[in-house]
Every structure is written in C-alpha cells, then in structure tokens.
C-alpha cells in the first residue's frame, strides 16, 4: 500500500468520525482510543473506501499498446486517454491505423454526404468502471487525404435490455 497524502487525510477523518462515534459509547479515554484504533481501519477499507469508488470512478492509465488493444477491446478505455493527448495516430495512414487498431467497427456520419463517412473511423472504449455509469465510451479518428486529421473521445449512451 502507497500512503499518500489523501490517504492520510481521509483515515484521519474517519478516525475522528470513529472516534467521536466510541465517545458516545464509553466516556473513558482509553476505551474510546482502543476502539478507535481498531475499528477505524476496518470502517475506513470496508465501508469508507467501497463507498468512494461507487462513486468517483477511478482506473489505471496504461501506454498504448496494439496487442492489448486488440485483445482486451472492454479495457481500452484505459489507453485512450494516451492516444488523444498524445497525438500518436496524427499523420499516419489508414493501412497503419488499421494494423495497430484492427478494421474500424463503424463508421460516423458526415452530414456533407449524407452518409456514413469512410473517412470517420470509431472504434468502442467499453465502459469506465462506476455504479452508476451508462455511458460507453468511443474512440473516433477523422481522415483527410489518407492521414489522421483529428483524434477525438466521446461518451455514447447505452440502453441495456
């Protein structure tokens, strides 16, 4: 376990909470200390920390990698972010986008046309993990004249049946 300093300041605070909790049970300092000091790690990674990553989502960030990529398609939510700040497709080809990203799996819709654009490459992220998260996300790379224009993220919402 890493202690950081929003570590601290969050078992500090559960300590508090826990202690003025044992307080109420027993007006001796001792007792109330001893409980405290046992009880608070058990209240801070069984009920506390659960608690938080309901709701603040939270996943590991990872380079990109074209094997992982292809193999892992419900996990390359967490290399995106690596792909758009970086920049790593602008410039290259559409025959070297699809050998490290694999065949595009739909294609945007460009208005201009009136249809399904070629040049408007998606590709699925999967879902952030989250409690409450409906939103797929989606990889989306804008060719012109054969190369990567634009590389860009957005959430999709899903219907589950």
Not at 46 to 51: L, N
Not at 54 to 63: A, E, P, R, T, V
Not at 73 to 99: C, H
Request: charged fraction near 20%; glycine fraction near 2%.
């Amino acid at each position: 376990m890493i202690i950081t300093p929003l570590f601290v300041i969050f078992f500090t605070i559960v300590f508090i909470l826990v202690w003025l909790f044992a307080n109420t049970i027993d007006k001796r300092k001792w007792v109330s200390l001893l409980i405290s000091l046992v009880a608070a790690p058990i209240v801070y990674f069984y009920v506390f920390y659960p608690f938080i990553n309901i709701f603040f989502s939270y996943h590991h960030l990872k380079h990109f990698n074209s094997e992982a990529w292809k193999e892992k398609p419900a996990l390359r939510y967490e290399m995106s972010p690596k792909i758009v700040d970086d920049s790593l497709f602008i410039g290259k080809t559409k025959s070297e986008v699809q050998n490290l990203l694999g065949k595009s799996e739909w294609y945007s819709w460009d208005d201009s046309i009136k249809a399904n654009s070629p040049d408007m490459w998606n590709y699925n992220l999967g879902f952030k993990p989250g409690a409450f998260n409906m939103t797929q996300e989606c990889l989306e790379l804008v060719f012109k004249n054969d190369k990567v224009e634009r590389v860009s993220q957005y959430q999709m919402e899903k219907k589950f049946e």
